[in-house]
């Protein structure tokens, strides 16, 4: 399990932490970049 991610240098991201724990909703106004967060797991799991 994901309990912690960082992103850097993705997009608008440049050194984003993130605390994952059994539950995790992202929100925020649109255009906050949560789609990015998500893009960027997703990468992470094509890449593995």
Avoid at 12 to 22: D, F, V, W
Wanted: aromatic share 4%; net charge positive.
């Amino acid at each position: 399990m994901i309990t912690k991610l960082k992103i850097a240098n993705f997009k608008s991201h440049r050194n984003t932490k993130l605390n994952a724990s059994n539950l995790t909703v992202l929100t925020g106004v649109n255009s906050s970049e949560k789609t990015s967060v998500l893009q960027s797991l997703l990468l992470l799991r094509q890449s593995f």
